[in-house]
């Protein structure tokens, strides 16, 4: 009765040992998920986050491996990237902004300049090329 017991026990801890790692693997899915959501909202403000997904990828590649420290670290690293990059994202995304809005603009007077300045300036070279000429009546 006692072998049972013992048999119970040990089993009862590799089956509670072996979940460990299951518990650590959503974790680690959970703070890559968050972080892939950052660099989303990042990319959506135009900041190149292709260096962070490279990172997240290698981290996902080393836990895959079994490395979970290394994974850990490599994951510490793209949160730090995405930190800093969180800091400029505004910038970047109002400078976009303002490029795109200046591209208007300019796209739109072109068309007001050519109906405004070219006859003007056709008039001037048609008189420069013909200045010599005399009218005879």
């Not at 603009?105 to 006859?119: D, G, H």
């Amino acid at each position: 009765m006692k072998y049972a017991y013992t048999v119970y026990i040990a089993l009862l801890l590799v089956l509670a040992l072996s979940a460990l790692p299951v518990v650590q693997g959503s974790d680690f899915d959970s703070e890559v998920s968050v972080l892939v959501e950052e660099a989303g909202r990042l990319y959506s403000k135009g900041v190149d986050v292709a260096v962070v997904i490279e990172k997240l990828d290698n981290a996902i590649a080393l836990y895959e491996s079994g490395r979970v420290d290394e994974a850990y670290a490599a994951l510490s690293e793209a949160r730090s990237m995405i930190m800093d990059l969180s800091s400029i994202a505004d910038r970047v995304y109002y400078y976009n902004t303002l490029v795109k809005a200046v591209t208007v603009a300019v796209l739109a007077v072109i068309p007001i300049a050519i109906y405004l300045l070219l006859p003007r300036i056709y008039l001037y070279v048609w008189f420069k090329t013909r200045r010599k000429w005399i009218v005879r009546g």
